[in-house]
């Protein structure tokens, strides 16, 4: 456990009060300010917003007063209830008159108007320009326009204002029209129409002031900017998704980064025109009252802090400083010396203490003298006990013992000229000598299937005749990585249930190798008596269980090589790897370990060499 002085316990505690106050403090303070912040820039966005607002309908409502003049006179429902085939004169009549009563008054009043035109359901129509002379239409021009005023306009004669304009799309328009009756029935007969540049809406608002980097646009209902502080923006498309959040925003405050910057929103739409009107302010420019308070807090907490802290230290020292001072003296009798401890001026509950544990040291001092040194008597006992135990750990057997042992043993079986001793001794010897090399857990193929090679000499002797194994490992998969004396118990498995009746001439074993995406395969298959359903069932959930097997399954399926093999491969390269069993009483036993792709060393190397030259020789190379 780690050891905690006083000192430090007060001043943490000390912190950790401080800390708590001042965040409450500041956090509280933060938040109702922050509140309070946002619904006052709400605020003044809203008024801006619908000072705009009002002031555009202002500005509008002048253009609908043009056009009832237009509406209500005569001699304008007179020419709108004309024929198709009325008289050129006649038209031109109705186009002098018109423009000297109505429309020249017009261009007085509203100079900033461009167009203006008269156009009946029956083709006749009237089309006048502020400025120079009157544009020319064809009738097919004038039929095009009828079909869509037509489609885009109110039915029932309402104010209509869109951004078609019949004087084309060099300059942005902003058209007023609405549909007009004749004389002769109640039902609509054409139409009125007033054109204005975009652009004079500007005036509107050239007084209002944002800030930096803020700014006010007018978008229509079809997302076109009719207005912008950047005259470069005036008849672009907004973002789409800036133009779904304005429609269903409401009067609600909005934030989007549509724009490449994270900005705040606030729309209103215009009564005449159907218009939003949108004030735009970067977000930071909105926190910055909100970054400037914190900043503010920040410091004065953090004075507030060093101070506070300072005087906790101060405060703690006060209390520690006479406790450090009987821990020394305590430090000083756990080593034999006993010491009194020196007593301060001032007297308190700590002096008490220290008076107490003086009169302690002066009548325990023998006493604790005499138990120190039947402690070390004790510690010198255990220690001579701890080194007899490790020199008699050193006199047991090395393992190498018995490998120097099966030496000798082929030493005297080659003075008596036994070749089959020599042979299954040296095996032996070789096996024994790989199964206790206990640094090295990965090792080759080609080791591993040595092994196997001097597991069937003895083999081979047991049975009492030869056995070949067919080996189909390709050359260029001898130097993978697998793990150690994992072969050699499967094959050994193969002889103890598949071949349990004996070792005939059809049985096989198979050993085969290959790679599935990052995995590396060995498979060890017989054509032997193979595993009833139920028999494998229980084999699988026994690999299943991930656990080494014991001495309870040795007679169980599989025995304890299997289950071992499999555990030790997931202990080295994890669980998602390890030994999956195929069989069948009709078809045999195919065992497969799987393993993980490692570092693969080039069979030209002399390494690669070395381990591979063993396999030129094996015994095993034939089909059994």
């Known amino acids: 456990m780690m050891r905690v002085s006083l000192r430090l316990k007060l001043l943490?505690?000390?912190?950790?009060?401080?800390?708590l106050s001042l965040s409450a403090v500041g956090?509280?303070?933060?938040?109702i300010s922050a509140k309070q912040l946002q619904k006052s820039a709400k605020s003044q966005m809203v008024q801006i917003v619908d000072n705009a607002v009002h002031h555009t309908n202002l500005y509008l409502s002048s253009y609908q007063r043009s056009m009832v003049a237009l509406l209500t006179d005569l001699r304008v429902k007179r020419y709108i209830d004309l024929p198709a085939d009325r008289e050129e004169y006649e038209n031109y009549r109705y186009m002098t008159d018109i423009r000297d009563a109505i429309v020249?008054?017009?261009?007085?009043r509203n100079p900033e108007i461009e167009a203006l035109y008269i156009i009946g359901y029956s083709g006749n129509a009237l089309y006048y320009y502020n400025g120079g002379s009157e544009p020319s239409f064809k009738p097919e021009d004038t039929a095009k326009q009828i079909r869509y005023f037509k489609e885009n306009t109110d039915e029932s004669g309402r104010l209509t204002i869109m951004n078609y304009s019949i004087l084309g799309e060099k300059t942005p328009m902003m058209t007023l029209i609405r549909r007009i009756r004749g004389l002769r029935s109640t039902d609509?007969?054409?139409?009125?129409?007033i054109e204005v540049k975009a652009e004079e809406l500007s005036t509107l608002?050239?007084?209002i002031d944002l800030g930096k980097d803020s700014y006010?646009?007018?978008?229509?209902?079809?997302?076109r900017i009719q207005y912008h502080n950047d005259q470069t923006k005036v008849g672009s498309i907004v973002p789409a998704s800036l133009g779904k959040q304005i429609s269903e925003a409401g009067t609600e405050m909005f934030r989007s980064s549509s724009e490449g910057m994270d900005r705040v929103y606030i729309s209103?739409?215009?009564e005449y025109s159907g218009w939003n009107l949108v004030v735009s302010i970067p977000y930071s420019q909105l926190q910055k009252p909100l970054n400037t308070i914190r900043s503010s807090i920040i410091v004065v907490a953090v004075i507030t802090f060093l101070t506070a802290l300072f005087l906790a230290s101060r405060f703690g020292k006060s209390i520690t400083t006479p406790i450090r001072t009987l821990m020394k003296g305590m430090s000083q009798t756990e080593k034999g010396n006993w010491k009194f401890i020196p007593l301060p001026k001032h007297r308190d509950e700590i002096t008490e203490l220290m008076i107490r544990y003086n009169l302690m040291v002066n009548r325990l001092s023998e006493m604790v003298d005499t138990v120190y040194r039947a402690e070390l008597r004790n510690k010198e006992m255990q220690a001579e006990r701890q080194k007899a135990e490790f020199q008699s750990l050193q006199l047991q057997i090395n393992p190498h013992f018995l490998y120097n042992t099966l030496e000798t043993v082929v030493c005297y079986a080659v003075i008596q000229d036994s070749d089959e001793i020599t042979e299954i001794v040296g095996a032996l010897s070789y096996m024994l000598h790989y199964s206790v090399r206990t640094n090295l857990e990965e090792i080759t193929v080609a080791n591993e299937l040595k092994h196997v090679m001097y597991f069937m000499v003895i083999i081979n002797h047991r049975i009492g005749r030869t056995f070949e194994i067919d080996v189909r490992v390709r050359p260029e998969l001898l130097l993978r990585k697998m793990v150690r004396l994992t072969l050699q118990p499967l094959v050994e498995n193969v002889f103890q249930h598949a071949f349990r009746q004996g070792v005939e001439d059809h049985h096989t074993i198979i050993i085969d190798a290959g790679e599935e995406g990052d995995s590396f395969w060995v498979s060890v298959q017989d054509n032997g008596c193979g595993m009833a359903p139920e028999r494998l069932e229980e084999l699988r959930a026994k690999l299943s269980e991930n656990r080494l097997a014991d001495e309870e399954d040795r007679g169980s399926a599989g025995g304890i090589g299997v289950p071992n093999v499999h555990r030790r491969i997931q202990l080295v390269f994890g669980e998602d790897y390890g030994v999956t069993v195929e069989s069948s009483p009709e078809w045999g036993t195919r065992m497969i370990m799987r393993m993980p792709i490692s570092g693969v060393k080039e069979l030209s190397s002399p390494a690669g060499q070395e381990a591979a030259a063993p396999m030129q020789t094996l015994p095993m190379a034939g089909s059994g």
Do not use: H, N, Q
């Open 27 to 31: 956090i509280a303070f933060y938040s």
């Open 216 to 223: 006010f646009f007018i978008v229509d209902g079809e997302g």
């Open 268 to 270: 209103r739409k215009a």
């Open 188 to 193: 609509m007969k054409g139409f009125v129409g």
């Open 104 to 108: 020249d008054p017009v261009w007085i």
């Open 12 to 19: 943490l505690y000390f912190t950790i009060v401080i800390l």
């Open 205 to 207: 608002w050239k007084g």
